[in-house]
């Protein structure tokens, strides 16, 4: 029996879409915090229900029905993640424990095995932490053992993009890794690195952090040039704990074992550690079995709608917040499309309020029934200022954006 998604699509009415996700259903609240976490469809929520109340069993060991038959429904999320990315080969997908964990296994299993004394990588200070601790972490790892790489930071534009005239002023001889998110967590940027092509050295690796973009605008790691990308289950409609790492298949031998132990793709003999294939190689102990089986579902919920769908449901949201909040006195906006004229929006725009702080005015939102995220964004760059950002989602409507909008002005009447 196919799931309840499958017969609604972008263009069914709000209200059947709001009925899909039980969250949604059962409050009156304007959630506004998608760039968080997405809410959960009852798919999701039912497959992992069923996964603990039916033939529990772990994967990838037991020879009787109940585990191989698990072994083989997580091999077919693979493929069918595989595809939804647009990588070529499911080897290429890597179930990690979320976003955090697949770029640090990015960090360890690839710059502690291939960088030496003198190379650099290119990163945004202003990009999640998750794209920049990291490479700070491994940088002091690898000084311990004397080797010195060097982190050179690119700009951030006023559209919240990665800024491709500083980084190829930056690019040099001795660079070995090129790191940027795709949709950018607070700016609502999107980076593609397009205008590049060709222009840096094929060694150069390419990142991108699509932590933001998976599930919310199409993706596709192929077309991107992308060495290694990275994705968060939770912000697209899947389950907290379980991340995707893209690695193409170019990189693969530059890999060394990520989490060596049970179930991993090592094994040893009297030289010590031999590495296995890929995607075992990066992968260790029982998967987060629920949480896999929880995203192949989030696929399908999220194919039912069609993701450029989702993506130009998005767009219009967004133009329609920024003409809302656009004439309210003592607003200020936060780089992104807002500040570039005919610039494109993906669902996320960040401001300030004159007159009180991010936090009080996330505070009085949510008393009124908006939930929006305020504070620093986990963006470690010093110098960035508390701000509310809203982000929305395929179940967001027109008129709750109207009524926020509305909220806002009035808040900014009683506070300027």
Known sequence: MRPPAARLSALSPPAAIRKLFPALAESTDVYLDSAATTQKPLPVIETIHRYHSSRTANAGRGTYPWA???????????????????????DEVVFTGGATAALNAVALSWGLAVLEDGDEILYSPSDHASNVHP???????????????????????????????????????????????????????????????????????????????????????????????????????????TGILYCRRRVHDQLVPFLPGGNSGVRLDATGLVPDAMPALLEGGTHNIPGILALGSALEVLESFDVAAIAAHSRALTERLIDGLRPIHGLEFLRGPARVPGAAGYGIVSFTLDGITATDLGFVLGELGFLVRTGLHCTPAAGNDDSVRVSTHIYNTADEIDRFTQCVMTIAEEVT
Not at 68 to 90: D, K, N, P, Q
Not at 210 to 230: R, T
């Open 135 to 241: 490479w700070h972490h491994l940088r002091g790892l690898l000084a311990r053992f004397g080797r010195r790489i060097t982190l050179v930071p690119y700009r951030t534009t006023e559209a919240g993009q990665a800024d491709t005239a500083d980084i190829m002023a930056k690019v040099g001889p001795r660079t070995r890794l090129l790191t940027t998110s795709h949709l950018h967590h607070v700016y609502g940027g999107l980076t593609t690195l397009e205008e590049l092509r060709g222009q840096l050295d094929p060694r150069i690796l390419l990142c991108f952090d699509c932590s933001q973009s998976g599930g919310h605008l199409p993706v596709d790691v192929a077309e991107l040039n992308a060495d290694f990308a990275i994705f968060a289950a939770h912000k697209m409609f899947g389950a907290p704990g």
């Open 68 to 90: 191989t038959s698990l072994t083989t429904r997580l091999a077919r999320v693979r493929e069918r993640t595989a595809t939804f990315i647009g990588a070529a080969h499911a």
